[in-house]
C-alpha cells in the first residue's frame, strides 16, 4: 500500500534518477509538489508529472501525505523537526543525520518513518541478509568503492561528497546497514585512513569482526560482502543489484513493513538509523581528531528489534 500524495524536498541527481522515476511509475503515489534551492531544477523534475514547484522546503512538506527528501545529510537533519510536526510519513535518505542528537528526533515520531536503504531494500539482497542474519560469522568483509569525485559524475559534485569524509558518510551507511542487519550493531569502530580508502574496523554481538573499505575516488568501482563462516568458507553477497528507482518503487510501498524481514526492520527503525550514525560519527572524531561530546553514545545503545538466535555456519555451508 502507498501512499497517495508525496511532496518532494531536493532535485539532484539522485531525485532525477531514482525518486522522481519512482514516484512517475507508482499507481498509487502522485508527486504534489517539488522544492529546490534552484528553482530551474524542480520545475524539470515537476512539469512532466504536473506538479506544484513550491518557493520553501515547508510548502513541499505541507499538505501530502509524504515527505521525500533528496538533499544532503545535514540539510535533511535540520528539516527534520518540522517534517515530523506536518504529520506527513518520512521517506528520508541515508544518514539520516550526521549527528546522535539530530538522529533521536525520529525516535519518538508518531509518523511512518522509512530510510532508504537501496540495498536493504533490493530483492536480490534482502532474502541473502535475512538468511545470513540467522546464521552465526566468524567475521565479514565490505569493499564499496566509486570514482564519483574523479570525474564529472553528477554525484560528485556535490560538496558534501568531496569533504575528506565524504565516502565515510555517503557509502559508510551502506556498509554498516549490510554489517547491522547480519551481526547486529557494532560495540566498538576504529577508523583509518588508507589514501582516499576510509577503513572502518568494527566488533558486533558476540565479538564478530568486520572491516569495510569505502571511497568516492576509486576507479574501476567495487562492491563485496563476503561473510566468513567458522573455518574459513566464504559465503559472498549476490552480486546483480535493482536499480535505484525500483528500490525506492519498493519504499514508495512500504506503508505496511513485513516485520519477519530484519532487512525490512531496519528500514522502518530509527533506532537502527541513529546506530548507524553513531558508528559514523565515532569513525568520523577518530579521523578529525575530535572528541565527541559527554552525551554520545554507542550504536550499541540504540537496539533495534531483537535479533533471533543464530545458528553457526558449518565450515562446509555456503
Not at 504536473?50 to 505541507?62: N, R
Not at 554498516?176 to 566488533?203: I, M, Q, Y
Request: net charge negative; proline share 8%.
Amino acid at each position: 500500500m502507498a501512499w497517495s500524495s508525496a511532496g518532494l524536498v531536493g532535485a539532484g541527481p539522485w531525485a532525477e534518477l531514482a525518486v522522481v522515476p519512482a514516484l512517475a511509475a507508482s499507481p498509487g503515489t502522485r508527486l504534489a509538489k517539488v522544492w529546490a534551492r534552484r528553482h530551474d531544477r524542480a520545475e524539470e523534475l515537476a512539469r512532466p508529472l504536473g506538479a506544484e514547484v513550491v518557493d520553501t522546503a515547508e510548502e513541499a512538506m505541507d499538505g501530502v501525505d509524504a515527505i521525500a527528501f533528496c538533499v544532503p545529510p545535514d540539510v535533511q537533519a535540520a528539516l527534520l523537526p518540522a517534517a515530523l510536526a506536518t504529520g506527513a510519513a518520512l521517506l528520508l535518505e541515508k544518514p539520516v543525520a550526521r549527528t546522535v542528537a539530530q538522529a533521536e528526533v525520529l525516535h519518538d515520531a508518531r509518523v511512518p518513518v522509512r530510510v532508504h536503504y537501496a540495498r536493504l531494500l533490493d530483492v536480490h539482497l534482502s532474502a541473502w541478509l535475512d538468511d545470513a542474519a540467522a546464521r552465526g560469522w566468524d567475521h565479514a568483509e565490505v569493499v564499496l568503492t566509486n570514482g564519483a569525485t574523479l570525474g564529472d559524475d553528477p554525484f560528485g559534485r556535490s560538496p558534501w561528497r568531496r569533504e575528506q569524509l565524504g565516502a565515510l558518510w555517503d557509502l559508510g551507511p551502506h556498509a554498516l546497514a549490510w554489517l547491522h542487519v547480519v551481526l547486529g550493531p557494532s560495540t566498538s569502530v576504529t577508523a583509518s585512513l588508507d589514501g582516499s580508502d576510509v577503513v572502518l574496523e568494527t566488533v558486533h554481538d558476540a565479538g564478530v569482526r568486520a572491516r569495510s573499505v569505502v571511497s568516492v575516488a576509486s576507479s574501476p568501482p567495487r562492491e563485496s560482502f563476503v561473510l566468513h563462516a567458522r573455518g574459513g568458507k566464504e559465503h559472498p553477497a549476490p552480486a546483480h543489484r535493482q536499480s535505484g528507482a525500483d528500490t525506492y518503487a519498493a519504499l514508495l510501498e512500504s506503508e505496511v513493513v513485513d516485520t519477519s524481514s530484519p532487512s525490512w526492520r531496519a528500514v522502518a527503525d530509527p533506532f537502527f538509523s541513529t546506530a548507524l550514525v553513531a558508528t559514523l560519527a565515532e569513525a568520523a572524531a577518530q579521523l578529525e581528531g575530535c572528541v565527541l561530546p559527554a552525551s554520545h553514545r554507542s550504536a550499541s545503545a540504540y537496539p533495534s528489534t531483537p535479533r533471533p538466535a543464530t545458528t553457526p555456519v558449518a565450515t562446509g555451508e555456503t
